[in-house]
């Protein structure tokens, strides 16, 4: 596996629901916030996302991860990094159980946390 890792960045397919994608497309968001389960685990930097429109449209986004930020928890997470980058409006303030709506308490402590540095592609 590091062998074929070391040599090709990979591609990975995501969905998104239209509130985070929109924000992505429009710059307001620049980490995309996930559990950090098997499927994530296989993310490096450099490698290309393709976010799909989970409403079915067909309307995707492409982006390159620039680094990825690994914590125990959401609420690690949000500690650590600046909420305008994970979509977070000014004034906004995260919290963990903004995150309950996609994942539960039990995933979360059972995975941990990934913040996925994004830069979007054209």
């Known amino acids: 596996y590091w062998l074929a890792r ?11 629901p239209k509130g985070p994608f929109e924000k992505l ?3 307001e968001k620049t980490i995309e916030l996930r559990l950090d389960d098997a499927k994530r685990r296989l993310v490096a930097p450099g490698d290309k996302i393709t976010f799909s429109l989970s409403e079915g449209s067909g309307e995707k986004l492409t982006a390159r991860v620039r680094a990825l ?21 000014p004034g906004e303030t995260p ?6 709506e996609y994942y539960s308490h039990d995933a979360e402590k059972r995975w941990g946390v990934v913040g996925i540095e994004l830069e979007l592609l054209e």
Not at 6 to 16: C, G, T, Y
Not at 95 to 100: F, I, L, Q, V
């Open 6 to 16: 070391w040599s090709e960045p990979m591609e990975h397919e995501m969905r998104l």
């Open 25 to 27: 497309r429009r710059g």
């Open 69 to 89: 930020h690994r914590f125990g928890s959401f609420a690690e997470l949000f500690a650590a990094l600046p909420p305008e980058k994970c979509g977070y409006g």
């Open 95 to 100: 919290s963990p159980a903004d995150m309950r």
